[in-house]
Every structure is written in C-alpha cells, then in structure tokens.
C-alpha cells in the first residue's frame, strides 16, 4: 500500500466518525430534544467507540495480515453505518424523552458500533506502513495527524454543509454508501474471492433497505429540528407545531385570538393588562408565530421583530401555518443572542422570550447578560414576558426568576398553585418590567377565562424566589438546573 493510500483512507475513516457524530444529534431528537445531556450522550458514547477501536485495531494487526482487514472494517463500517437510523427509529420510542441512562442507550445502539470499526483502521493502516522501526515515530505521527486532519474535516463539512444541505438519513446512507464501497474495493485488491465481495454488497443493499422502510418521525427536518404540523382532529382550523419531543406551538388559522396552551392564556391576561393600544414587540422565537397573530387581531397596529434561529421553521410557518410578512412583521434568523444587540435601543414596548431547544430554553438566553440586552431595547415602560418549563424542585424557574428580577424592577411569576408549591410541573410564565405591573388586573383576567393560575408579586414572588442563584454567561447550567418530571 503506497502512503498516500494510506494517508487517504485514515482520512475518510475519521471523518465519518465525526459525521455520523453531529448526524447522531439529528437522528436523537426526535426521541430525547437536543439539550447538553443529549449531545453529553452522544459523544461520550462515539470517544468510548474510538478508544475500544483503536485498541482492538492494533491487536488485530499484530495477529492477523493487516492488508487482509481493511476491506473487512470499511465493509463492516459502512454496514453499521446503514443500518444506523433504523437501530434509532427502533429504540427511540422506549426512550422518548427520557434522562441520560437512556440516552446513552440510545446512542449506543445506534453509533457505538460504527464509531468501534472505522476507528480500528487507522491502528491497522500504521502497522502496514511500519517498515522500519527507526521511522515509527514519524509514521505514527504522520498517520496520527492525518486522522485529526479527518475528524476536523468531517466535522466542518458537516456543521457548515451537510445538515442543512440534506435529510440526516440521506447524508448517513450516503457516508454508509461510500464505506461499503471502500471497502469492497480493498477486499478485491487484496485478493479476497469476487463472491466475497457480493456477497458484502448485498448485505449493504439490505442495510439501506431496512432503514428506509423504517421511515423518519420528521414531516420536515431543518438544520435544527425535526419538524410535524399536526391538524386538530377537535378544531379543524387548528394547526399544532411538534419540534422534536415537544409540542411547540398552536395556531388557529381562522380565528388568531384562540389560545390553546395554557401558558399562551396567561401570556394575553399579561398583555390585557397592559394600556390599549398597539405595542412594539420584540419576539425571542418564532416557532409557530402564534402571539404575532394575536397581537395583530387584539391590538390592530401592532408591530413585531421576531427573532428566530430556524430558517426552515420560518418557511414552514409560511407554508402550514398561516405566516405571512408585512412591512409591520420583519423576521430575522439566526441566534437571537446576536440578533438581539443590532436592534435599537428603547425601540419596543414589549419582548416575549418563547425560546426552546426541546424542553429547555437555550443558557445563553437565561443569563443576566442577556436580559440586561433586552431591557435596553425596551422603553421606559417596557415589559418583558418569558415562557419556561420546570418540575419539582423547579430550581431552573426560581433561578431564571432570580435572574429577571437582578435587571428588571418588578417581577411577577405566574403559574398554577401546585407548580408553585412543589407538588407539579410545567410551564411558568415570568414577567419583568420597568414601572409597576398590576397583579390585580392579571389575576381579574385570569378568574375571567375560568383560569386558576396564581400571580406572585412582590413580597411573596420574592419569597418563592428564595436565595436561587442568578444565571450569568459564566454560570447557566440551565440543562441541569431543570427538572423534567
């Protein structure tokens, strides 16, 4: 084997480790979201793979004609690597939304196996190379290096490239495709019988077949989500957004008052409790763009930046949802964490922060930091209302509380009285501004609906909030602060 060979096929073999890493994360979250635990999972999972790879690797190559195994792992690889999505469409369901034993179950079934056999091959490649001793470390090094090289590569062209270019299926099948060919063409190089060699073919063939009858539980998937529009068998005209393990959003396409989850009721006996009149809003999150719709019919006037990551969410709300952009609703994609500091100062009279990678909102838009961003693109007056997502012992909400009231003035949290007293869980609505908020007129609206949710301010929302510590860009582990059950 001549070293550019060599040097190649350690290359590839890297870099469909870390595809199929990144991939794992897309594959995953339709089953367990995309939080730190499930990417903590995955690549715990992959590094265990290489490690136990690499040691079998170099153990094989010292019993065994090294030459006589690269067809064999490609092959092998490129198999595992097939049959990839159909092992996860299998074990999702068992683990769906889950914590992170199951988790790490899930990518093991899915992408130990893989990340085990293409990384024997670096190991077996550096031992057909070492002709002489007095090289080894340049020839370990080399071939070491390349292998870095591979991982780097497949890990941008799949970040910048891939995910948003194709379906995680089709990327996986083809990274699948072009091992089982890699590895039939080493295996007739190094004279294994022709009959070997179709025989390994089938066996891709089948692999592939297995996983695209398995299907994919996306309607669409985006570069971030997995992504059903589900029709309200009870209301015709209502349209339920599902990203990944979550029910996101709800739109009534013929009536925009309608508010179907509860925390969007409380979000309205917020904003009627607010002077009349038309508002400036600046939305954190898009989603399904529900509170645009409203604001428009209750508040004729209104006018709205909406902030929203997922380019692929904003064309389905367009397409399914009933989204369409005016002069008076501008949508811009991308982090809203950067979005956020190129909007004017006092320019709004309201933020909504609606924000969630799975059942968590993302740290980086819980922090002080950001806050301190929001209530300077808020007026004298301004109002910021945030929706979350905690159970018993609600550590994150006390803490996100905690956080709002170190910028903003006032504080209210509002959320039924079991979530407060520790004996539940779900949404929490929160809500900072800079001049009095009238409980009074939140609590009235709320009795006027038949709702039982409970407004904590002043005193008492200070002693709900008890000594919970504020969430700064140096200290949000808001995915271990939050309790899912």
Same mark, same amino acid.
């Given at each position: 084997?001549?070293?550019a060979?060599?040097?190649?096929l350690?290359?590839?073999?890297?870099?469909?480790?870390?595809?199929?890493e990144?991939m794992?994360?897309r594959?995953?979250?339709?089953?367990?979201g995309?939080?730190?635990?499930?990417f903590?999972?995955?690549?715990?999972?992959?590094l265990? !793979?290489i490690?136990?790879g #690499?040691?079998?690797? !170099?153990?094989? #190559?010292?019993?065994?004609?090294?030459?006589r195994l690269l067809?064999?792992?490609?092959?092998a690889?490129?198999?595992?690597t097939?049959?990839?999505?159909?092992l996860?469409?299998?074990i999702?369901?068992?683990?769906?939304?889950?914590?992170?034993?199951?988790i790490?179950?899930? +990518?093991?079934?899915?992408?130990?196996?893989p990340?085990l056999?293409?990384?024997?091959?670096?190991?077996?490649v550096?031992?057909?190379?070492?002709?002489?001793?007095?090289?080894?470390?340049?020839?370990?090094?080399g071939?070491s290096?390349?292998?870095?090289?591979?991982?780097?590569?497949?890990?941008?062209?799949t970040?910048f490239?891939?995910v948003?270019?194709?379906?995680?299926r089709v990327?996986?099948?083809g990274?699948?495709?072009?091992?089982? =060919?890699?590895?039939? +063409?080493?295996?007739?190089?190094?004279?294994r019988?022709r009959?070997?060699?179709?025989?390994?073919a089938?066996?891709?063939?089948?692999?592939?077949? /297995?996983?695209?009858?398995a299907g994919?539980p996306?309607?669409r998937?985006?570069? *971030?989500?997995?992504?059903? /529009?589900?029709?309200d068998?009870?209301? $015709?005209t209502?349209?339920a957004?599902?990203?990944?393990?979550?029910?996101?959003?709800y739109v009534?396409? =013929?009536?925009?008052? *309608?508010?179907?989850?509860?925390y969007a009721r409380v979000?309205?006996?917020?904003?009627?409790a607010?002077?009349e009149?038309?508002?400036?809003?600046?939305?954190?999150?898009?989603?399904?763009?529900?509170?645009?719709? *409203?604001?428009?019919a209750?508040r004729?006037g209104?006018s709205?930046l909406?902030?929203e990551?997922d $380019?692929g969410?904003v064309?389905?709300?367009?397409?399914?949802?009933?989204?369409?952009?005016? $002069?008076s609703?501008?949508?811009?994609?991308?982090?809203?964490r950067l979005?956020?500091?190129?909007?004017?100062?006092g320019?709004?009279?309201l #933020?909504?922060?609606? +924000?969630?990678?799975g059942?968590?909102?993302?740290?980086?838009?819980t922090?002080?930091?950001f806050?301190?961003?929001? =209530?300077?693109?808020?007026?004298a007056g301004?109002?910021?209302?945030m929706?979350?997502?905690d159970?018993?012992?609600q550590?994150f909400?006390?803490?996100?509380? =905690?956080?709002?009231?170190? /910028?903003?003035?006032h504080?209210l949290v509002?959320?039924?009285r079991g979530?407060?007293d520790?004996?539940?869980?779900?949404?929490?609505?929160?809500?900072?501004?800079?001049l009095?908020?009238?409980?009074?007129?939140?609590?009235?609206?709320i009795?006027?609906?038949?709702?039982?949710?409970?407004?904590l301010a !002043?005193?008492?929302?200070?002693?709900w909030?008890?000594?919970?510590?504020?969430l700064r860009?140096?200290y949000?582990? /808001?995915?271990?602060?939050?309790?899912?059950?």
């Amino acid at each position: 084997m001549g070293r550019a060979v060599g040097l190649g096929l350690v290359f590839v073999a890297s870099a469909a480790i870390l595809v199929l890493e990144i991939m794992a994360g897309r594959m995953l979250a339709p089953y367990v979201g995309v939080t730190l635990e499930t990417f903590t999972g995955i690549i715990g999972t992959v590094l265990a !793979g290489i490690s136990l790879g #690499a040691w079998l690797g !170099g153990r094989l #190559a010292d019993r065994v004609d090294p030459r006589r195994l690269l067809g064999p792992l490609f092959a092998a690889g490129g198999i595992v690597t097939l049959l990839s999505p159909a092992l996860v469409a299998w074990i999702g369901p068992a683990v769906r939304a889950a914590g992170p034993p199951e988790i790490v179950l899930a +990518a093991v079934v899915g992408f130990f196996l893989p990340a085990l056999l293409l990384s024997a091959v670096a190991p077996v490649v550096v031992k057909i190379q070492l002709h002489d001793l007095g090289r080894t470390g340049e020839v370990v090094g080399g071939f070491s290096a390349v292998s870095s090289a591979g991982a780097i590569f497949g890990t941008f062209v799949t970040g910048f490239v891939l995910v948003a270019a194709a379906p995680s299926r089709v990327v996986i099948l083809g990274v699948g495709g072009a091992l089982v =060919a890699i590895g039939v +063409a080493a295996w007739l190089g190094y004279g294994r019988p022709r009959g070997e060699a179709l025989g390994v073919a089938l066996l891709a063939l089948t692999a592939a077949s /297995v996983t695209v009858a398995a299907g994919s539980p996306c309607e669409r998937e985006t570069a *971030y989500f997995c992504a059903r /529009v589900q029709v309200d068998a009870d209301r $015709p005209t209502g349209r339920a957004l599902v990203l990944d393990t979550l029910r996101h959003s709800y739109v009534d396409l =013929a009536d925009p008052t *309608y508010l179907e989850f509860r925390y969007a009721r409380v979000v309205g006996d917020v904003l009627a409790a607010l002077p009349e009149g038309p508002l400036r809003t600046l939305h954190v999150g898009g989603g399904g763009f529900t509170f645009p719709a *409203y604001l428009d019919a209750v508040r004729p006037g209104s006018s709205h930046l909406v902030l929203e990551l997922d $380019p692929g969410l904003v064309e389905l709300a367009e397409d399914e949802l009933g989204l369409v952009r005016s $002069p008076s609703l501008v949508v811009e994609t991308g982090d809203a964490r950067l979005g956020i500091v190129r909007a004017a100062p006092g320019a709004f009279d309201l #933020a909504l922060g609606d +924000a969630f990678s799975g059942p968590a909102v993302p740290w980086h838009l819980t922090t002080e930091e950001f806050l301190a961003d929001v =209530a300077g693109r808020l007026d004298a007056g301004g109002l910021y209302v945030m929706n979350l997502i905690d159970h018993p012992p609600q550590r994150f909400a006390r803490a996100q509380a =905690a956080t709002v009231r170190a /910028v903003f003035p006032h504080l209210l949290v509002v959320a039924p009285r079991g979530y407060l007293d520790g004996e539940a869980g779900g949404n929490f609505v929160l809500t900072g501004s800079k001049l009095p908020i009238d409980a009074a007129a939140v609590t009235a609206g709320i009795r006027s609906r038949g709702g039982e949710e409970v407004v904590l301010a !002043g005193a008492a929302a200070d002693e709900w909030v008890g000594g919970a510590r504020v969430l700064r860009d140096d200290y949000a582990p /808001v995915d271990q602060l939050i309790s899912r059950r």
